[in-house]
């Protein structure tokens, strides 16, 4: 079956730095676009990162471009944040996520992906 497994979260000061990590297993990772989405206390979960399975397409939210990079290793099955200048409103619980079917561009919508991590949390204090 298919395993998302997400790392890299912690607590940092604003303007901080951090990379989150997902390993995938169990299905031909290069073969899926894949999405980091976030989910805040009190919050629906929203999309913050895509990225197309070659990795040469990246779509962002406007709340994280520019400061924000999502990217991939597909020949180690792992997918990449890299989150720099981080504010308070960035503190949320960071999920990475497997499009449902072989779309030939990055997806933003939740329905469109049927595998999650388990999240990983992310604090940034001010």
């Known amino acids: 079956q298919v395993q998302l497994v997400e790392s890299g979260g912690g607590v940092v000061q604003a303007g901080d730095s951090l990379r989150l990590s997902c390993a995938a297993s169990g299905r031909t990772f290069s073969s899926y676009c894949m999405g980091w989405f976030r989910q805040a206390p009190g919050k629906e979960r929203e999309f913050v990162a895509a990225i197309s399975r070659s990795g040469g397409t990246t779509y962002y939210a406007d709340s994280v471009k520019g400061r924000f990079t999502i990217s991939r290793d597909n020949a180690r099955g792992t997918l990449y944040l890299q989150m720099s200048s981080l504010k308070p409103e960035d503190t949320a619980v960071y999920y990475c996520?497997?499009?449902?079917?072989?779309?030939?561009?990055?997806?933003?919508?939740?329905?469109?992906?049927?595998?999650w991590g388990q999240g990983t949390q992310v604090t940034v204090s001010s």
């Open positions: 996520a497997m499009a449902r079917s072989r779309y030939s561009t990055p997806r933003t919508a939740l329905d469109e992906y049927d595998y």
